[in-house]
């Protein structure tokens, strides 16, 4: 071993162990925070929002942004767990994408609540079994997941954060290639992988279930049959990866949302979401999104759906940049619920981290 390693490794070691000092010391003042509330409150989207942000504008490299705040959530997780372990509900069994939304947001000391449904996440989180959920909003391919924004129309649930999370489709059995029968994967997974399996499988039945995870679950206990799962589900239940990133499209990525029974407050960098009515006439979208524009806010995503609430309305959901508290934005929403005939905030929140 050359003396300029040697050396290195020494300088590493001690850095390792100003590290470790700053890491417990940030935990012994983040328990400090916790008595100064008397407990209140232990998650504060908007707080956490406020840290990335911070450590964004100071890193200088080499380590790019997004592994940064990589670490801090699983500091800022562990820390957050010496007061309170939070239970989060999301679509299970284990080794889904909503896991790992899950684990990408809050980091990993957390305790997934693994639910069968949206519906079971939302309730899950009205009932107090869970302090938070996650669910999927929209997919960059398959667009809107209809029955998440029908329960945010439905429940008196908020939206107090979202995830990005790249999709990456992988392709895994018990068995080799050649004698696969039967692939199993979740509808929305098996369109999204529609071509390549198509190309490499040609006339092989495909077969819907659940979720992803429960696909690898039967692969499992099913001969010459596959799934196509994460690479989180392949290590979980032990299968060969036969194919990886098998997605159709390479930037295929879903937005989650995470559900809470209370709203946060201003971050200085927010989105609002949310759901209003109109007649289905002439002009009728326009003079509900005019305030936005009149107010200087930007509009970030517009999906309309046909309303259940009467003949020929049509429901709008709407995101757009900013806090609902903020004067403009509470100037807008006040001119929208003139001219709309129904109003919900779905939800402010902290924007997307990059």
Known sequence: MSDELSDLRIQIDAVDEELLKLFN????????????????VIYRPEREAVVHQRLH????????????????????????ALE??????C?????????EACFKHFGKRIEPHFCRSIEDIFRAVQTGEASFGVIPLENSTEGAINISLDLLFDRELYLIG????????????KSDNKSISKIYAHSQSLAQCHVWITQNYPGIETVP?????????????????????????????????????IEDKANNTTRF??????????????KTSI????????????????PLAKNGISMTRLESRPSRMGLWEYMFFVDFEGHKDEPLVDKALSEIMVKAGFLKVLGSYPRMIN
């Open 25 to 40: 010391e940030r935990a012994r003042l983040a328990q400090r925070v916790g008595v100064v509330k008397n407990h209140s």
């Open 57 to 80: 504008e100071l890193n200088q490299g080499p380590l790019d942004n997004q592994s940064i705040s990589g670490i801090f959530t699983e500091v800022i997780s562990a820390c957050r």
């Open 84 to 89: 309170e372990v939070f239970r989060i509900a």
């Open 91 to 99: 679509l299970g069994p284990r080794g889904t994408y909503s896991e």
């Open 162 to 173: 979202e995830v990005g999370l790249p999709i990456h489709h992988n392709l895994m059995s």
């Open 209 to 245: 279930v659940a979720s992803n995870a429960e696909a690898a679950i039967i692969a499992c206990k099913e001969s010459n049959a596959a799934a196509v799962a994460s690479r989180a589900a392949a290590d979980h239940y032990e299968l060969n990866l036969l194919a990886t990133n």
């Open 257 to 270: 949302g995470v559900i809470a029974r209370e709203c946060p407050g201003p971050s200085g960098r927010d």
């Open 275 to 290: 759901v209003m009515a109109s007649q289905h006439t002439a002009g009728a979208i326009f003079e509900l999104l005019e």
